[in-house]
């Protein structure tokens, strides 16, 4: 049972959405760990957040207003670290839970950071290049006092890509006056970015999904595989699914997808999507749609795209065995308790995806040397910090005989209690 006198709202959130679903992980986490009722609000409520507005001169010289945010969930263990997201449907609550999720994950793969997330509500596809840049670097601008190498470090995410983070290093840069590469990570190779931070998250997704399918004696050639979402993190994954020797069975992006039994050819796949924008149309499968994908039968299912997308309306049809979560928060928990109760293994988002910031990690260290790392450190390092974090989170899931999310968890959420008992109250 959680303590009395944890306040209803943390305890049991009533709204839905990620930040629910956060919540109610954390509180999960409070209760088998046993903290009271000041140590959970701590670690139920971000540390510091801006609220922003952005206003764009549109290239026909109208004027538009967005909406931006920056959230610093946990800075306890070091800098914020956390992505920007540009999403029609980014909101307050959705920055709130994605920051959660990376305090956790960054103490899941002892990174020394805190967690932060940042989001505009806007759909870059609507808008020119010159729109975007003029829109990060007044986002950037707007934010600069919470922002910087030792004080909260921004990172691509949906919508977002290298250049974005060229345009707000440079913002930051130009108003401090000299070149900082250190205030973000997953920045073009030519301005401080690191040999391998594109592919990284990908490559720990198949990390983590090795090392899952390899507790059961299986190898990725043993596996059939389905990919929600086409972008940065999934499209990657296909290719080092495929790679490995794994079937990728079908992909889908928000326009549709495309199956076909026995794999599909990534590497034409891969050209079809640079040619045309999405995997829809691929001559090479039949066309599925995004709700079918979730539940093919298929071994591994990685959804790679938004939150939500595994439900309590489709958890009981999910066929697959693993699910191996890319995206950050793509089962609810409702979801998770069905999942659980079946049987399916699911690698959380916290430490499947972890490649991302991992290797952002390895940049900022870069950055901060002005010293580079082969890329062939880079995966070297890149696989053990997985694996070792992997077997951490199985250890402590055997032991305490709970799901790897819940292992996961309560491993980050001891860190960082830890972090915050040993720093102590000021004043
Ligand atoms: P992206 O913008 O490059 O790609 C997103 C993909 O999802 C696109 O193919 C898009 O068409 C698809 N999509 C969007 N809405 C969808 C929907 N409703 N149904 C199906 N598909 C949909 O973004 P990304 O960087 O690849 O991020 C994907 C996920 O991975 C996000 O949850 C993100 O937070 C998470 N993540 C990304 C990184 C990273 O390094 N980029 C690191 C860790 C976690």
Known sequence: MLPDNVPADLAQPTHAGPLATAQTQLAGAIERLGYDAGMHAMLATPRREINVAIPLRRDDGRTELFHGFRVQHNVSRGPGKGGLRFHPSVDVDEVRALAMWMTWKCAVVELPYGGAKGGVAIDPRLYSQGELERVTRRYTSE????IGPERDIMAPDIGTDAQTMAWVM????????????GVVTGKPLEVGGSLGRATATSRGVVHASRAAIGEAGLE???VRVAIQGFGKVGSNAAVFFAEGGARV???SD??????RSGGLDVPRLMDHVRDTGSVVDFDGGDPIDNAALLTLDVDVLVPAAVEGVISSQNAADVKARWVVEAANGPTTAKADAALAE?????V???LANAGGVIVSYFEWVQAQQA???TEVEIEQRLEERMLHAYSAVAEISRREKVSLRDGALLLSVQRVAGAHRTRGLYP
Do not use: C, F, Q
């Open 170 to 181: 440079d913002t930051y840069s130009v108003n401090k006056g000299y070149t900082i590469p």
């Open 254 to 259: 928000e326009y549709g997808g495309v199956h």
């Open 220 to 222: 990725l050639s043993d």
């Open 342 to 346: 079946r049987g399916t293994v699911v």
């Open 143 to 146: 934010i600069m006092p919470m």
């Open 348 to 350: 959380p988002d916290i």
């Open 249 to 251: 069975e079908a992909v």
């Open 371 to 373: 010293y580079w790392w």
